[in-house]
Structures are given as C-alpha cells and as structure tokens.
C-alpha cells in the first residue's frame, strides 16, 4: 500500500472517529433535550392548568364572574394537552361535572367531583413526571457509558496511530539512510529489504539495483586497476635497475626482478615483510634501508658475476587525499642506477690518465735537467736570445710538470690509493717550506709574502700533503694577484684544530663559484686557463683525509681567504 494512501487512511479514520463521537453526544444530547421538553410541554403543563382550574373553582364558589371563563380556558388547553393513559377520561370527567355545574351551581356533589378529577390528572401527570425523570436520568447515564466507551476506543485506536505511523514511517528511512552510509564508506555490497510493497519496496529496489550497479563498477575498476598493477610490476621487473617500494611503516611493498637478484633474495623473502626484519640477515639491505637511509651515493655490489656499481637513490612517495589539501608521506622507492659501465669508462680514463701522466714525468725530467746543464756556462756560454728561450722552456716544463704531477695525484686519488703519513708537524715548518717552494714564482711577480703568529700548537698531518697544499694556495695566490701586492700567512688555534689561512689581494671569487672551485676540474670561467683545475680538488681530498676541513671566503676585485683546518697533534 502507498505511504499516501496510508496517511489518508489514518488521518481518514482519525477523522471518522471524531465524526462518531460528535454523532453519539450529540444523539444523547437530544435525546435528554427531548425527554426534559416532554416533561415540560406534556406534564408541568398539565399542573398549570390544573392549578389554574382549581383556583377557578374557589372563585367560583366567592361570585367571580370571570372564573368561569378561566375555568373553561384552562379545560380547554387541558382537553389540547392529553398525554397520560387515563388523563383523557379524568379530563372528561371534569368537563362533563363542570358542565353540571353550570346548570346547577349550587351542586356540591359535581364540585367535588370536579376537584377529584382535576387531582387525578395532575396526580397522573406527576406520575409521569417522575417515570420521565428517570427516563431521562437513565438516558444521561446510557449516554455517559457510551461516550466514555466510544471514548476509549477512539483513544486506543488513535494513539495506536501515533505510535505506529511514525516509526513505519521513520524505520525505512533510516535503514535507507543507514544503507547509503555504508554505499559512501565503499561497501557495495550492502542492501535494503523493507517487507512493504509500497514506495519503500520500490525505494529499496531502487537502492538495490544502485548498489549492485556501483559493486559490478567497482570490481571492473578494481579489474582496470590490477592490470595496470601488473603493468606497473611488469614494467619495475624489467628495469635493468633494482627498484625497491616500501611504505610509510618500513614494509617492502615491492622489489622488481634486478633487486631481488643483487639482494640475492626471493619474492618470498622480502615482499611484505619488514625491511628491518629482511635487513638483519641481509647486508645490502642493511646498507639501503636500514642503517643508512641516506648512505652512501654510490654502491658497490657483486653482480652480474662482476663488481658493479650502483648510485642510490631514495624517491620520496606523497599523495594528496580526495578533498584534501595537505599532501601525506605514503613512502618511498629505493632505486639504485647500475652505472657500472660509466665507471669502467671513469676507471679507463683513470688508468690511461695515471700512465700518461707517469710516463710524460721521465722526458720531463730530462728536459729539466738538459735545461740545467745549458743554463750551466761550463756547457758553453748562451746569448740573450737564447737565454730567454731556454727561461721560456723552463717555465713551460715547470707548468708541465705541475700539470701531470696533479693529474697523477688524482688519478691515484680517483683509485683510492692515498697513502698518508701522519705525524706531529709544526706549522711553521709547513709554511716555511712552502713559501720557499713559491718564492722564485713570487719573486718573479714581485709579490710580497708575510707571515704572522705562527706559534700554534703542533698538527697531526701528513708533512708532504698539507704542504702541497699549503703550495697550491700559495701559487694560485700568486698568480690571481696583482704585480706589486702582498700575501699574508697566519694561523690559530681554533678548540681542537689550528687554522691556517693565506690571504691575497687578487681578483677574488665570484659569490656564484665560490661553493664549485673545490670540484673537479673546475675553473673560474672568463680566466686564462693555465691550469687543470684539479689543484684546490686534490687539496680538499688531502685535507678531508687528514681529518680537516677546508673553505675560502672572497670578494670580488678584493681579494680571497683560503684557509684548511687540520687537528692539534
Ligand atoms: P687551477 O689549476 O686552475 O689553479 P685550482 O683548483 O687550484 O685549479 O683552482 C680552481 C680555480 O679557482 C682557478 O681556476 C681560479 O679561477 C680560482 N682560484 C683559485 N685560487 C684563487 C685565488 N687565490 N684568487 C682568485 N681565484 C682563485
């Protein structure tokens, strides 16, 4: 049944209800009417008149005139007003003695007889009066117990409504609501069942054919979703580099066939497990994961039946929620670059640049000392022209030789074969003895060199190495300085080191190079490049092995601060 029709069923009976209680007082209410107008017009009447008669009687027998005529009126509108069984006779009784009377006024007999009847009928009426009394207390008290039942029911019925139609009204809509609710959680597979076969049957129907339609979307979805898992894994597992997936909790969500190989583990091992867990048996996942999150950039692994070289690197995973603003961490990928074939090709480089610069250094020692032996004049005596050729070659040599002395430091640098040899030193002797190594080079610029406060304590150094790189300052001062100008030297003790810093009055530094003068062949673009850039890259290796630091400070057309700081011995 329909909820419309079933409001109007019970509104409809509400009303019906009403429409019959109003019926049943109003009966009653007529009914009593009807029993008290019948005792007045039938019976109180009746008394009148016949109060009315007798008082005319009395007058009668004192000589009133107009008696008579009362008399008559009231017997009269008596003769009108028979209601009582017996009345009619009683009343012609009276007449007839009364018309007796007329003729013989004097008739005592007929008087009496007048009067008896006109009490008999009053006597019949107040007979009457007092049955209709309790007829009409008795229709009341019928009335009362009819009402009050009638009542009764209208109440029960009624609130039986008002308990009921709310809550078969209220009851599906809030399974509906509830349904929805969970259809909004994903739950496709919720349902409603409501009894009726009305709306709500149709309504839950409706929801129903919804909810299988958003289920069968869902599971098509879910289907897209794992092939393009499938692609996605397919994809990983055919990188040549290892990639491993793990989210915000340390899970190892994925890892594609290449990580699982230089891992040497199986899917099983490691997918869903905990990294942590994976990790204690496992050394390189110790490395990756687990105790340096961030370690080392490159890797070295065996693999491919070969050491190979990979470069970590750790992607960061952040999603931004539907509806929300704020993007949340949900893990991240460990990707490692095998870039084993760019250091074959670094180590090749290396290597040929490790021999070449080994094997240019003996012809150019010889060319040195042939150089000596023509500056000597026992090998004959050299004019001017030629003096400053031989000058021009000697410098040229002694560039030559700075040049393949770097290259070699660096390629042994670049294979890992520094050897220090550590030992207390004084700092003076470091600057004195690289001072005198710059001195002809500064000489030649007629640039000054002044020392200062060099009662440090002894550093713990490799005497060699930090003077070359104390040279290496020194040369670079030099050369970026102007003609005429004046380099300090000076150290200090800072806490547990000694800083030592050389300060020139050159060109300085662009602010924009300052942080990449230190990298690999890098040199200050715009200038002469008489050098391989390789100097200040092999002094903070010499440095940084040695337990120090190293930095500059410059300004442009000022002038430039190098400084190393190395440990107290
Ligand atoms: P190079 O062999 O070119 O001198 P370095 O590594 O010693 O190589 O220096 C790198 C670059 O830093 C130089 O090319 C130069 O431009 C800049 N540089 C080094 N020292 C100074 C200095 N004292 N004043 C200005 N520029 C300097």
Known sequence: MKTKTKLNLAVGLLLALILLLTILSAFYIFAIKRDTENILKANYNTLEYSRQMLSALDGLNSGNVGAIAIFEENLAKQLGNITEAGEENATMDVKRNFSGLLQNPDDLVAKANIRQGIFEVMKLNMDALKKKSELAKSTAETANWVIAIAGTLCFLIAFNLMVNLPHHIANPIRELTDSIRQIAKGNYKERVHFDSN???????????????????????????????????????????DPVIGLDNGGTILSANEEALKVMGLTASDAIG???SDVARKNDLLQSLIVS????????????DGKESYFERENVAISITPTGEKDAIAIGNFIILRNITAFKELDFAKTNFIATVSHELKTPIAAIKFSLKLLENPTTGSLNDDQRNLVESIADDSRRLLKITGELLEMSQLETGNIQLAMGKCAVSDIVTMAVEAVRTQAEQKRVSIATDNLEV???RADKDKTSWVLINFLTNAIRYSHE???ISIWAQREDQFVLLSVKDNGQGIDKNYQSRIFDRYFQVPGRSK???????????EFIEAQGGSIGVESNLGLGSRFWFKLPVG
């Open 198 to 240: 009305g709306e709500f049957g149709d309504l839950a129907n409706s929801f129903n054919v919804m909810a299988q339609k958003l289920e069968e979307f869902s599971e098509s979805n879910l289907n897209k979703l794992l092939v393009e898992k499938k692609r996605i894994e397919a994809l990983l597992d055919n990188m040549h």
């Open 273 to 275: 497990k905990q990294a």
């Open 292 to 303: 340096k999150p961030n370690g080392p950039a490159v890797i070295k692994i065996f693999a």
């Open 457 to 459: 304590p002894e550093i």
């Open 484 to 486: 005429n100008s004046g």
């Open 530 to 540: 008489s050098g391989t850039g390789l100097g200040l890259a092999i002094s903070r």
